[in-house]
C-alpha cells in the first residue's frame, strides 16, 4: 500500500456520474481542490463505466441547456472537462474501503492507494437491474428501443403510437407502463406471477387503464430484432409454452441497485435495498458527520441526471460549509 501524499484532503469525491462531476464544479470553484475517484470499467454484475449510467445511453432529451438533445456520453465528458477547467484532480481508480471512525477519514483504492479527507463525497450511483440477455445490453446502448428509464425514454419518436413491453410487477413497473401508456398504442406489462407485487392503488390505476393489458406468468427469454427491437419471445413459466409478441419497445422495471456495497455494513447508516440515507430533508447529510451524499446512490425516487446534479451541488455546499465551520478549509 503507497500513500498518494502526506496530505489530507479538503474532500474527496467517490463517483463520476452528475452528481459526482457537479460535486466537483462546485467543490473546485469553492478552492477546495477536490479529488474525484472516477471508477473503473466493470462488467459485472452489470455494466458500470466511469461517467456513470449516461454513458450507457444515446439520446438525452430532458436535460436542460441541450434543446436538441445531446448524446449520454457527450455530456458526460462536458461534465468532466467542466470539472477539470477548475482544477478538479481525477483518479481512475475504485474506492474499496472507507474509515469513517476516525477524522481524518481514510479512503483505500482498488490499486491499494490509500487517501486521507477532511470530508467525503459519496456520489457513486446505482445500475439497473437487467435481464441478462445477449441482445438487451447491445439494443440499449445503441438506442435501439431496450430502456430502462420510462421517463428518460418514453418520449423518443421511436415509441410513438407503438406497442411497449414493461417487464416486472413492482411499483416501478405500474409506474413505467402508467408513463408509457401516454405514448404507446398499448402497453403491454409481462409478469412472472399470477399478481402483481404493486400497491392495490398503483394497480387498480393500471388495470383501469384501457391501453395496459398484463401478460401473466411469463418471463422474456430472448429480445428480437437486429439495430431496433421487433418483439421479445416469452416463455409461460406454467406450462413450459413459449411465444413471440411483436413490440417496439422494452422497458425493463426489475428494481435498481445503488452503488453502496463498498461501505462496510454500519459505516453510513442505509436502508433495506442499501440506498444511503440522508439524515436531514433537502440536504445532503449522512448519518456521519462530514461525508455527504448525492445522486442516485441515496434516490430511490427520481433517478434522473438533473436531480443527482442537483444533489451534487447541495453535498458540495454543505460540505463546504462543514469543513468552514470546522475550520478545516
Ligand atoms: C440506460 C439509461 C438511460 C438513462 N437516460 C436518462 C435520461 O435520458 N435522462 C435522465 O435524466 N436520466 C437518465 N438516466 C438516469 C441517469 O443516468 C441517472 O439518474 C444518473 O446518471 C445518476 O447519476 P449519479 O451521479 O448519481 O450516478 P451514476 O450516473 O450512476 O454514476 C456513478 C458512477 O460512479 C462511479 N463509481 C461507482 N462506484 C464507485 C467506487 N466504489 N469508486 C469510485 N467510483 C465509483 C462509477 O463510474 C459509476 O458509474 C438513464 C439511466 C440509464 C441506465
Known amino acids: 500500500m503507497s500513500d498518494l501524499d502526506d496530505r489530507i ?36 454484475p452489470t455494466l458500470m463505466l466511469p461517467g456513470g449510467q449516461l454513458m450507457l445511453t444515446t ?13 449520454g456520453p457527450e455530456m458526460m465528458e462536458q461534465f468532466k472537462k467542466q470539472a477539470e477547467r477548475f482544477g478538479t484532480r481525477i483518479e481512475t481508480d475504485d474506492i474499496t474501503v472507507c474509515d469513517f471512525t476516525e477524522r481524518p477519514f ?77 405514448f404507446g398504442s398499448k402497453v403491454l406489462i409481462i409478469h412472472r406471477r399470477e399478481e402483481l407485487r404493486a400497491s392495490k392503488a398503483m394497480q387498480k390505476r393500471v388495470l383501469d387503464n384501457p391501453k395496459i ?10 429480445v428480437l430484432g437486429e439495430s431496433k427491437v421487433s418483439g421479445v ?6 406450462t413450459g409454452e413459449e411465444s413471440t409478441l411483436e413490440c417496439k419497445g422494452l422497458f425493463v422495471a426489475i428494481g435498481h441497485t445503488p452503488a453502496s456495497g463498498f461501505l462496510k455494513p454500519g459505516q453510513l ?13 433537502q440536504r445532503s447529510l449522512t448519518s456521519v458527520e462530514g461525508v455527504f451524499a448525492a445522486g442516485d446512490v441515496a434516490d430511490a425516487v ?14 458540495a455546499i454543505d460540505a463546504e460549509r462543514w469543513l468552514a465551520e470546522q475550520g478545516l478549509a
Open 9 to 44: 484532503e479538503n474532500v474527496v469525491i467517490i463517483g463520476s456520474g452528475p452528481a459526482g462531476w457537479t460535486a466537483a464544479i462546485y467543490a473546485a470553484r469553492a478552492s477546495l481542490n477536490p479529488l474525484v475517484y472516477e471508477g473503473v470499467p466493470k462488467q459485472s
Open 59 to 71: 439520446e438525452v432529451e430532458n436535460y436542460p441547456g441541450f434543446p436538441e438533445g445531446v448524446t
Open 106 to 182: 481514510t479512503l483505500q483504492s482498488a490499486r491499494g492507494e490509500q487517501v486521507k479527507a477532511h470530508a467525503v463525497i459519496v456520489a457513486t450511483g446505482a445500475t439497473a437491474n437487467w435481464l441478462g440477455l445477449e441482445n438487451e445490453m447491445r439494443l440499449a446502448q445503441s438506442g435501439g428501443g431496450v430502456s430502462a428509464c420510462a421517463v428518460c425514454d418514453g418520449a423518443l419518436p421511436i415509441f410513438r403510437d407503438q406497442v411497449l413491453a414493461v417487464v416486472g410487477g413492482g411499483d416501478t413497473a405500474m409506474e413505467e407502463a402508467s408513463y408509457l401508456a401516454k
Open 213 to 222: 393489458e398484463v401478460v401473466w406468468n411469463s418471463v422474456v427469454i430472448d
Open 233 to 238: 419471445r416469452l416463455k409461460n413459466v406454467k
Open 269 to 281: 447508516e442505509r436502508d433495506e435495498k442499501g440506498y444511503i440515507k440522508l439524515v436531514e430533508p
Open 302 to 315: 427520481y433517478r434522473q441526471a438533473v436531480t443527482a446534479a442537483g444533489m451534487g451541488c447541495r453535498a
